[in-house]
C-alpha cells in the first residue's frame, strides 16, 4: 500500500472521530439558560421568557416551574415553553396582602435525558396599578 494511502486513512479516521465527538457534544448534555425580558411588570400585564440551550436555539415542549405572588413558600407554578423555546406568563397578578412576596421568581427548568437544568437568579417584581 502507498503511503499516501495510509495517510488518507488516518485523515478519514480523525474526521470520523471528530464528528462522532461533535454529534455526541450536540446532542447529550447540553446547557441551557432560562432569559426573561423584562425585571418589573404592571399588574395585569404580561411578561415573556425563553429556555436556551448553548447554542442559542430555543429549547421546545420543556417545562418551567416557578414561585407566583400569594403562594405559598413550596408551592410552585408550571408552564411549557412553545416551539421556538419561548413562554409567557399573562395577567401578573398583585396581591396587597402578600408584602414582599409580590413577585414571580424561582424560575427552574429540571432538565432531562439532552439538556442540563438551569435556574433564573433573578426575580419579575409586580408593580400595582
Known sequence: ????SYYLIIILIALV??????????????????IINQ???????SFAGML??????????????????????GTLVDVVTNEDGGFIIENAQYLPDAGNDNYYGDFSFG????????TYEANVTVIPN
Open 17 to 34: 472521530i471528530s464528528l462522532g465527538v461533535f454529534w455526541f457534544q450536540f446532542n447529550n448534555d447540553v446547557a441551557t439558560v432560562i
Open 111 to 118: 432538565g432531562d435525558d439532552k439538556y442540563r437544568a438551569c
Open 1 to 4: 500500500m502507498e503511503k499516501q
Open 52 to 73: 436556551m440551550d448553548s447554542y442559542g436555539n430555543g429549547v421546545a415542549n420543556k417545562t418551567i416551574v416557578y414561585h407566583q405572588p400569594g403562594y405559598e413558600l
Open 39 to 45: 425585571t418589573e411588570v404592571q399588574e395585569g400585564e
